[in-house]
């Protein structure tokens, strides 16, 4: 997959992103709104190891979001397809946020989604995380409710 706004590339995560994706998913400040702490090395090399059998066109992988003529992995965009739903998730490097490079990489990824994914897209949301909620609505997602998971409470949110 790749695909090609002006303002992001999302593309499949490469062998060469393995420091940007390390950098990205060993912050604390990432990790501090999900349901995973921040990695160390040895679950980056499996981290790598599980993206590198990822199948082409498969709604259960993770993408990579970098800058039109600059490889580096600022982001990352995963999608996990259930019985019902097709959760969206994103996670952006802190020093790429506030750019509207996320809102950018939503957009075109979900333009991007036959009508019949757009129709279960999902997002699942700390609802102390304020940035992401902006994010969401203004990405064209609305709020359909709540839910707890692992003792937590989340905001569901699905494409409109």
Do not use: W
Not at 147 to 154: D, F, I, M, S, V
């Amino acid at each position: 997959m790749h695909f090609q706004e002006p303002r992001v590339v999302i593309r499949d995560i490469l062998p060469a992103d393995r420091m940007g994706y390390y950098e990205l998913y060993s912050n604390p400040e990432v990790a501090r709104y999900d349901d995973f702490a921040p990695i160390g090395l040895e679950e980056l090399d499996a981290d790598m190891l599980r993206i590198s059998h990822y199948e082409s066109g498969s709604l259960n992988r993770e993408y990579a979001v970098s800058l039109p003529g600059d490889d580096y992995l600022m982001g990352v965009l995963t999608v996990d397809r259930r019985r019902k739903y097709c959760y969206l998730g994103y996670h952006f490097n802190p020093r790429f946020h506030g750019r509207g490079y996320a809102l950018a990489a939503v957009r075109q990824f979900v333009s991007q989604q036959q009508a019949s994914v757009r129709a279960v897209l999902r997002l699942v949301i700390d609802p102390g995380n304020a940035a992401s909620i902006r994010l969401a609505e203004k990405a064209g997602f609305t709020k359909v409710g709540s839910r707890l998971k692992k003792g937590k409470r989340e905001i569901v949110y699905a494409f409109k």
